[in-house]
């Protein structure tokens, strides 16, 4: 036995002795989801042991190193604990932008006092952050940004306002671009901050979207003081710490393609809608359909497995997380078109018990928004013509 299938049989014991039964079925909402903060709020107490758990063996951040909170696994046992976890449908212990997003540019660009400080809090679910970096006049063109923030001698200063802020009415801090340098060039004089959301001057509005949900806001910055020490990277140099986490984002957010524990969706449909006499979905062409999806998934799934392998080996192309992104994005619209398709004309109704509030029909309209959050489709679609198939003039 090599050491690797000794580990695998340790962590396969481990999950099956600590992760609750509750936590093994699949989500069914967002109130499944856990994700932590000063005031975290838990479904049930198998929520709050699962994620308790994994943070005291640092498997919610399984390939940090331990001296900040994470497992210290090396990227092969990183993919073990993973694939245990999928094979007893265990679900993420904690939904994290600390995790996904600002954990990676901390490790890369953050002082030793920073990473001391805040990188262990989010491995134990103890802070929740949201992301400012789109604004008004800023979306595609994220350069153009003009929240600003002046130096005081003794902290900064930040004046502006940010949208699209992803669940910034719960979050407790925010990782935020600003421009440091009104005079230089737009790509320059922008440095990325950290402050508390809960600091004088910072307010958020909820955003409604056509999904009839808000976790979207607008936040304004009115004079808020940020001490010195919160600048992340050099002064003047954020655009480069904003690219790196961008990264990291598209991954996270091309994830959505993979879809919740890797059931296949006809046989899933098939269940809910009935078989026909030889054990098939009855409809043809919606047969059709969701065998084309399948395959597309499987190729998706098996395209992520190298791309995560081919990242932590640092050998990542710096531009396949714009294709993963905008691979993942469109299967997840296309996987709720189906689920759309199958429902036929019940599949739009809206508010009734029968439909949980209309649950398919408020994330089938949540997935127009998967082609604009992170960069919008043609921005990836842009950065893989020139960067990857490098097409003349792209």
């Keep these: 036995m090599t050491d690797l299938d000794a580990f ?21 909402d967002e109130s499944d989801a856990v994700w932590g903060g000063r005031n975290p709020v838990f ?27 994470g497992g210290g696994l090396s990227p092969a046992e990183t993919k073990v604990v993973r694939q245990e976890m999928a094979a007893i449908g265990a679900r993420n212990p904690l ?8 954990g990676p540019a901390l490790l890369k660009y953050g ?57 910034a009415d719960q979050a407790d801090w925010i990782f935020c671009l600003v421009r440091t340098d009104p005079q230089a060039p737009k790509h320059k004089g922008i440095s990325f901050l950290l402050f508390d959301m809960a600091s004088p001057g910072v307010s958020t509005r909820p955003i409604l979207l056509i ?3 808000s976790p979207f806001c607008e936040t304004f910055f009115d004079d808020v ?19 790196y986490l961008l990264g990291h984002e598209r991954e996270m957010i091309s994830g959505m393609g993979l879809g919740g524990n890797g059931e296949s969706l006809g046989a899933a ?59 993942g994005t ?3 619209k296309d996987r709720h078109e189906l689920v759309m398709a199958a429902g036929g004309s019940n599949a739009l109704e809206w508010e009734s018990d029968s439909s949980k509030g209309g649950k398919a029909a408020r994330e089938w309209l949540r997935t127009k928004a998967n082609s604009i959050e992170g960069g919008t489709s043609e921005i990836q679609l842009g950065i893989v013509a020139k960067h990857i198939l490098q097409l003349p003039g792209a």
């Design 95 to 102: 939904m994290s932008f600390g995790i996904s997003m600002l």
């Design 8 to 28: 695998r049989q340790a962590t396969r014991a481990w999950l099956e002795a600590n992760c609750p039964p509750e936590m093994r079925e699949p989500m069914r």
């Design 330 to 332: 469109e299967l997840n």
């Design 225 to 243: 003081q940020v001490p010195k020490a919160q600048l992340v990277g050099e002064l003047n140099k954020g655009w480069d710490v904003a690219k």
């Design 211 to 213: 999904s009839g949900n």
């Design 269 to 327: 449909l098939a269940e809910r809608l009935g078989r026909d006499d030889s054990g098939r979905l009855a409809d043809p062409l919606l047969r059709a359909d969701l065998a084309r999806f399948d395959v597309d998934s499987m190729a998706f799934r098996a395209m992520s497995e190298r791309f995560i392998d081919e990242l932590k080996a640092g050998q990542g192309h710096p531009a396949l997380p714009s294709m993963m992104k905008y691979a």
């Design 111 to 167: 002082t030793e006092e920073q990473k001391k400080l805040f990188l262990p809090e989010i491995a134990r679910g103890e802070i929740r952050w949201c992301q400012g970096y789109s604004e008004p006049g800023a979306g595609s063109d994220l350069a153009s940004l003009q929240t600003r923030c002046e130096d005081k001698g003794d902290h900064w200063l930040v004046n502006g306002q940010k949208v699209w802020t992803s669940y």
């Design 43 to 69: 479904k049930n107490d198998a929520q709050k042991k699962w994620m308790d758990a994994m943070a005291s063996r640092g498997w919610t951040v399984p390939d940090w190193p331990g001296d900040y909170g």
